[in-house]
Nanobody, 117 residues
């Protein structure tokens, strides 16, 4: 089992910045993918960014050039969000996955990000 806890959400004005953090605990040595997803009211959960061990970071088109995901160590990941827009408002969830012998996904409860003037 893997437990994930997000932090760093809040209210920010358009054009502002926030940094989200995700702390993993439990059976973390088998994690080989970490990512951030978001879900806005009335919409489906969507990918924001994801990193596979040894691979490149993949970003949603809507956040390219504005968001940067990093995997700081085996147990933490962060998401630096710059030039925030009202359409970035959502609950942001941290994801961790074990992909062998089959994919198992773990999710954090999420942190609210609100972009509003």
């Amino acid at each position: 089992q893997v437990q994930l806890v997000e932090s760093g959400g809040g209210l920010v004005q358009p054009g502002g910045s926030l940094r989200l953090s995700c702390a993993a605990s439990g059976s973390t040595r088998n994690i080989d993918v970490m990512g951030w997803y978001r879900q806005a009211p009335g919409k489906e959960r969507e990918l924001v960014a994801t990193i596979r061990n040894g691979g490149p970071t993949v970003y949603a088109e809507s956040v390219k050039g504005r968001f940067t995901m990093s995997r700081d160590n085996a147990n933490t990941a962060s998401l630096q969000m710059n030039s925030l827009k009202p359409q970035d408002t959502a609950v942001y969830h941290c994801n961790a996955a074990i992909t062998w012998p089959r994919r198992i996904d773990y999710w954090g409860e999420g942190t609210q990000v609100t972009v509003s003037s």
